[in-house]
Nanobody, 117 residues
Framework: QVQLMESGGGLVQAGGSLRLSCKVS????????MAWYRQAPGKQRDLVAK???????NYADSVKGRFTISMDNVRNTVSLQMNSLKPEDTAVYYC???????????WGQGTQVTISS
């Protein structure tokens, strides 16, 4: 079964950096698109960054210039390099994968990112 496993979350001071990784397992196909979403308590889940299998990326305005999403098709991973972190970046970050070959979308269980001031 396809599973997404996030790693790299944690606690970091404002201005610091974190690198999130998401490993896709159980899939015989490269995802058509992968993304990172985040959800703070009491808030909706919002798109942070997205990357397609063609390499096209999209970023939320709030993270442009600070976050970089990348995909490693060989290792079936997607990463999110987060720099210049702010307290407002605090949220649970969820990995997302769209695998059209399975007509399915997948979510990781989420990893907590907490930025202290």
């Amino acid at each position: 079964q396809v599973q997404l496993m996030e790693s790299g979350g944690g606690l970091v001071q404002a201005g610091g950096s974190l690198r999130l990784s998401c490993k896709v397992s159980g899939s015989g196909f490269v995802p058509n698109a992968m993304a990172w979403y985040r959800q703070a308590p009491g808030k909706q889940r919002d798109l942070v960054a997205k990357i397609t299998d063609g390499g096209t990326t999209n970023y939320a305005d709030s993270v442009k210039g600070r976050f970089t999403i990348s995909m490693d098709n060989v290792r079936n991973t997607v990463s999110l390099q987060m720099n210049s972190l702010k307290p407002e970046d605090t949220a649970v970050y969820y990995c997302y994968a769209d695998i059209r070959a399975y007509n399915s979308m997948y979510w990781g269980q989420g990893t907590q990112v907490t930025i202290s001031s």
